[in-house]
């Protein structure tokens, strides 16, 4: 039996917190399926797209950028090497052509390059031995330079030389002339004991020996008969070797720069000469130069 309260509202208005309390169950069982249905679109998604959280996505794509954005420079690097090499091809060929070629029409003989001069060298039948003096070897040893309508001397020039033979040489030529028209000297040729400067004389023979080798009785006695005629001093005009410089010493037969200079450094050392003879301790002048020299010199005071 219900008992009425005054004050009270009736038993109507009090069932009405029993229907809230009824309708809470059903609110969790909406949470609930909305919490499911959420959870089943983000799994959906992660296993779509990946989750929206996690950024290795967008790592791996900036790490392409950067790989790509380090390529790019390595290539620019490349371009800029390949442009200086190019440049300095160029440069170099531009070097290369900047001479004006020289027409070949307006050269002469005695004008062609030294590869032509020696062509036609081989093609004559002489060695192919570039010329010192600038000219080709003629034929038969003569020297192309000599003027077919001047004087010339006949020098026979043997020993080590390319092309040994009688060579004809201008009027006033030197030995070093004469030498070069036998088409120079080999690689192993004493040229110190010839003197080169001396005036080429009609008919002797120069004698070119190797280093040591003793010149022939025939080409001493033609360099001193060369030398009668204006290589040295005739009698009466001899050499002094207290008083000669390297340069008179050398218009002797058989003495060269070398061997010039080391008479100058005896004298040096040992004083004037007391006698021709003397001349032998100069190293170098043997029994037979000696032979050569003793009616060419003299001892001064």
Do not use: K
Not at 4 to 31: F, K, M, N, Q, Y
Not at 104 to 117: F, H, I, N, S, T
Not at 137 to 158: I, K, M, Y
Request: glycine share 12%; proline share 9%.
């Amino acid at each position: 039996m219900t008992t009425e309260i005054p004050g009270l509202p009736p038993p109507t208005e009090r069932s009405a917190p029993l229907r809230r309390r009824d309708a809470e169950p059903v609110r969790e069982a909406a949470g609930t399926s909305r919490s499911d249905l959420l959870r089943s679109v983000s799994t959906a998604y992660t296993a779509a797209h990946g989750h929206p959280v996690e950024h290795d996505t967008l790592v791996e794509r900036e790490t392409e950028r950067r790989r790509w954005a380090v390529g790019l420079r390595t290539a620019l690097v490349a371009l800029v090497a390949l442009l200086v090499v190019a440049g300095v091809v160029v440069v170099r060929d531009l070097r290369a052509v900047s001479a004006e070629p020289v027409p070949l029409d307006g050269l002469g003989a005695g004008q062609l390059p030294v590869a032509e001069r020696s062509e036609e060298s081989a093609g004559a039948g002489t060695p192919d031995v570039a010329d010192t003096t600038g000219e080709p070897s003629a034929p038969g040893g003569r020297s192309a330079g000599a003027d077919d309508t001047g004087p010339t001397v006949l020098v026979h020039v043997v020993g080590r030389v390319h092309a040994p033979g009688v060579v004809e040489v201008p009027e006033g030529s030197r030995v070093v002339d004469a030498i070069d028209a036998a088409g120079g000297l080999t690689p192993d040729a004493d040229s110190a004991s010839v003197n080169l400067a001396r005036p080429a004389v009609d008919g002797e023979q120069v004698y070119v020996p190797a280093p040591g080798e003793e010149v022939p009785v025939a080409a001493e006695a033609a360099a001193g008969a060369a030398s009668q005629h204006g290589g040295a001093p005739a009698v009466g005009g001899l050499v002094d070797l207290n008083r000669a410089g390297a340069d008179e010493l050398q218009t002797l037969p058989g003495v060269g720069p070398a061997l010039a200079q080391r008479i100058l450094d005896w004298r040096t050392t040992h004083g004037a000469f007391g006698s021709v003879d003397q001349l032998q301790d100069v190293s170098g002048i043997g029994p037979v130069v000696m032979e050569r020299l003793r009616e060419l010199v003299s001892v001064g005071p």
